[in-house]
């Protein structure tokens, strides 16, 4: 059985930081497609960044050059690093996984991903 549990979240003002968190269980982490997903109540869910079993790496353009995702295989924890947080960036933030093969123009899609946390908020007053 497949869980992760998100920490991490939080209210920061804009241009702060955060650094959510993802530990695994029931599975190795480093055989897995990983991934970060947020949603705002009334709109969509979005892909907001990727991280295959290969270390490679998939960022939505609206956080490209803020956020980083990162793993450690040794702790089964996948990382998200905010930095200069916008009012835009409040939502619910939620940890993915997968074990099957995720085409790389598939890898921002939620439809994608077996299991989900359940999730931790991010606040960035305006």
């Known amino acids: 059985q497949v869980q992760l549990v998100e920490s991490g979240g939080g209210s920061v003002q804009a241009g702060g930081s955060l650094r959510l968190s993802c530990v695994g269980s029931?599975?190795?982490?480093?055989?897995?497609?990983m991934g970060w997903f947020r949603q705002v109540p009334g709109k969509e869910r979005e892909g907001v960044a990727t991280?295959?079993?290969?270390?490679?790496?998939t960022y939505a353009d609206s956080v490209k050059g803020r956020f980083t995702i990162s793993k450690d295989n040794g702790k089964n924890t996948l990382y998200l690093q905010m930095n200069s947080l916008k009012p835009e960036d409040t939502a619910m933030y939620y940890c993915?996984?997968?074990?099957?093969?995720?085409?790389?123009?598939?890898?921002?899609?939620?439809?994608?991903?077996?299991?989900w946390g359940q999730g931790t908020q991010v606040t960035v007053p305006s």
């Open positions: 993915v996984a997968t074990n099957t093969t995720v085409p790389d123009v598939w890898l921002l899609l939620g439809h994608m991903y077996d299991w």
């Open positions: 029931g599975y190795t982490l480093s055989s897995y497609c």
């Open positions: 991280i295959g079993s290969d270390a490679d790496t």
